[in-house]
């Protein structure tokens, strides 16, 4: 057994790689679509939310393709199994699309977005990106209502067709990438958009819909959202086929072009400027994240301590704790956080960031955020990573697995200007690196003038 989670991953890359390029070659040109990339991301996505069931599999290297295909199958079940197969439900679920989704269809698209989570389109509505225009189609492939509530009521928002591949003879794991095809193929066949947009671009929908687009001639592209994580890039972030991926600034450029021969790499600037001027306070942020196979419960634990100890510490400071959207706080720490008067942030509030002196977090990309609005970054790396961005190397923020160091800092620059002011005189040399200002604030016309 692989005794740590990054020992694991890089196993799960290799595994991933061969298992895509030799037993699914076939993927590679499926009716004119490239569905390699989307496969390689569906895999590791598979491995790491199974990593304690897939830790042995791996480890021993025998038949990892067939062990693989039958831990999905127990893991999904015999009712999910049989839906999945099922003739008269799919054939069912295919007549209520063409009735309810393509049939009322009946509007130029200029630009489609596809997203799948409210975090894009609450955040995009809000930023002055051109994106109220009548001709711009919203389609919701999660989470739908929420992403509805996000939009002004006469934005045409959509949700995704129900429907499935009919063929059975493919590995069951891959029907679930062969569906998603399926259903953008439908939607890109009742909107015939001139451009397509899509945020992030690690996900398997997004490679499956830049592949689709190359092969109808549609310009895609894909707008940088977050970090481009090291121990990701390789399979997240590499061999996509987008027409173009718009970056932050050139230091992510550097990252980018390497693995992606076949995209054109180029910045577009950092959108999320209007709302990053704010007085800075007595506050420290503390980010969470999802406990998993990186970040375990011992690691949360420590980073829940960081934060009392703070408060206990600096009793002149705000002290605010932010949980993950996708990791609400167990009662037990509530109470403990609520007890020691630390402000408990759960609807995210963007001000906090911005008007704190320090932001620390377990690899989040939300202290890049905070950097540009001049928040000092403090990342507590879990043993064996490092953050995305070397915050050491440049000058510009603390990291450490060490808890006692990062408690250390916390104190050191919440005290003491002179030492802020350093770190703050060398983030503006390279900020210009990271956070490009915008050249054209209206995204559709920037994406227009590339073509």
Same mark, same amino acid.
């Given at each position: 057994m692989f005794k740590d989670f990054t020992s694991y991953q890089k196993a799960a890359i %290799?595994? &991933?790689?061969?298992?895509? #390029?030799?037993?699914?070659?076939?993927?590679? =040109? /499926?009716?004119?679509?490239?569905?390699?990339p989307a496969l390689e991301r *569906?895999?590791? +996505? /598979?491995?790491?939310? !199974?990593?304690?069931?897939?830790?042995? %599999?791996?480890?021993?290297?025998?038949? %990892? /393709?067939?062990?693989?295909?039958?831990?999905?199958l127990q893991k999904q079940g015999f009712i999910k199994n049989f839906i999945s197969d099922s003739f008269i439900l799919n054939t069912i679920k295919d007549l209520y699309y063409?009735? *309810?989704?393509?049939?009322?269809?009946? &509007?130029?698209?200029?630009?489609?977005?596809?997203v799948h989570h409210p975090k894009f389109s609450r955040i995009l509505e809000n930023y002055n990106l051109g994106l109220n225009n009548k001709n711009i189609i919203w389609i919701a492939l999660a989470r739908f209502k929420e992403i509805k509530k996000t939009l002004p009521k006469d934005a045409i928002v959509l949700n995704q067709p129900i429907g499935k591949e009919s063929k059975k003879d493919h590995p069951r794991f891959i029907k679930e990438v062969l569906d998603t095809t399926f259903k953008i193929e439908k939607i890109l066949d009742a909107l015939n958009p001139e451009i397509t947009l899509s945020f992030e671009g690690n996900a398997p929908y997004q490679l499956i819909l830049a592949s689709i687009c190359k092969k109808r001639k549609i310009t895609s592209a894909c707008l940088q959202w977050g970090l481009i994580n090291e121990f990701w890039k390789d399979i997240g972030f590499s061999n996509l086929e987008? &027409?173009?991926?718009?970056t932050w600034g050139k230091y992510w450029n550097k990252q980018m072009k390497n693995n992606n021969p076949n995209t054109?790499?180029? &910045?577009?600037?950092?959108?999320?400027?209007?709302?990053?001027?704010k007085k800075?306070?007595?506050?420290?942020?503390?980010?969470?994240?999802? %406990?998993?196979?990186?970040?375990?419960? =011992?690691?949360?634990? =420590?980073?829940?301590e960081l934060a009392l100890n703070s408060k206990k510490l600096l009793h002149d400071f705000i002290i605010i704790f932010r949980? *993950?959207?996708?990791y609400p706080l167990k009662d037990e720490y509530y109470k403990r956080l609520k007890n020691n008067s630390i402000l408990i942030d759960n609807r995210g509030d963007f001000s906090h960031l911005q008007e704190s002196l320090i932001a620390v977090s377990i690899l989040s990309s939300s202290l890049i955020d905070g950097l540009f609005s001049n928040t000092i970054p403090i990342s507590f790396n879990p043993p064996s990573t490092k953050y995305t961005v070397p915050l050491?190397?440049?000058?510009?923020? +603390?990291? $450490?697995?060490? #808890?006692?160091? +990062?408690?250390? $800092?916390?104190? !050191?620059?919440?005290?003491?200007?002179?030492?802020?002011?350093?770190?703050?005189?060398?983030y503006k040399t390279i900020k210009d690196e990271l956070f490009s200002s915008l050249s054209n604030n209206n995204i559709v016309e920037f994406i227009k003038n590339l073509d």
């Amino acid at each position: 057994m692989f005794k740590d989670f990054t020992s694991y991953q890089k196993a799960a890359i %290799v595994a &991933t790689k061969s298992i895509v #390029k030799n037993e699914l070659s076939r993927y590679k =040109d /499926w009716k004119g679509i490239n569905l390699h990339p989307a496969l390689e991301r *569906h895999f590791m +996505i /598979w491995f790491i939310k !199974n990593y304690k069931d897939l830790n042995g %599999v791996l480890y021993k290297k025998e038949k %990892v /393709w067939i062990n693989f295909e039958k831990h999905y199958l127990q893991k999904q079940g015999f009712i999910k199994n049989f839906i999945s197969d099922s003739f008269i439900l799919n054939t069912i679920k295919d007549l209520y699309y063409n009735f *309810h989704f393509s049939k009322r269809l009946n &509007t130029k698209c200029e630009l489609a977005i596809f997203v799948h989570h409210p975090k894009f389109s609450r955040i995009l509505e809000n930023y002055n990106l051109g994106l109220n225009n009548k001709n711009i189609i919203w389609i919701a492939l999660a989470r739908f209502k929420e992403i509805k509530k996000t939009l002004p009521k006469d934005a045409i928002v959509l949700n995704q067709p129900i429907g499935k591949e009919s063929k059975k003879d493919h590995p069951r794991f891959i029907k679930e990438v062969l569906d998603t095809t399926f259903k953008i193929e439908k939607i890109l066949d009742a909107l015939n958009p001139e451009i397509t947009l899509s945020f992030e671009g690690n996900a398997p929908y997004q490679l499956i819909l830049a592949s689709i687009c190359k092969k109808r001639k549609i310009t895609s592209a894909c707008l940088q959202w977050g970090l481009i994580n090291e121990f990701w890039k390789d399979i997240g972030f590499s061999n996509l086929e987008f &027409t173009y991926y718009l970056t932050w600034g050139k230091y992510w450029n550097k990252q980018m072009k390497n693995n992606n021969p076949n995209t054109k790499i180029t &910045t577009f600037g950092y959108p999320f400027i209007p709302f990053l001027e704010k007085k800075k306070l007595k506050k420290i942020i503390f980010l969470g994240q999802k %406990v998993g196979p990186l970040i375990e419960e =011992d690691h949360y634990n =420590d980073f829940l301590e960081l934060a009392l100890n703070s408060k206990k510490l600096l009793h002149d400071f705000i002290i605010i704790f932010r949980p *993950h959207p996708q990791y609400p706080l167990k009662d037990e720490y509530y109470k403990r956080l609520k007890n020691n008067s630390i402000l408990i942030d759960n609807r995210g509030d963007f001000s906090h960031l911005q008007e704190s002196l320090i932001a620390v977090s377990i690899l989040s990309s939300s202290l890049i955020d905070g950097l540009f609005s001049n928040t000092i970054p403090i990342s507590f790396n879990p043993p064996s990573t490092k953050y995305t961005v070397p915050l050491e190397k440049f000058g510009i923020g +603390i990291e $450490s697995g060490d #808890k006692k160091i +990062i408690q250390k $800092s916390i104190l !050191n620059l919440s005290k003491n200007k002179i030492e802020r002011d350093k770190i703050l005189d060398n983030y503006k040399t390279i900020k210009d690196e990271l956070f490009s200002s915008l050249s054209n604030n209206n995204i559709v016309e920037f994406i227009k003038n590339l073509d």
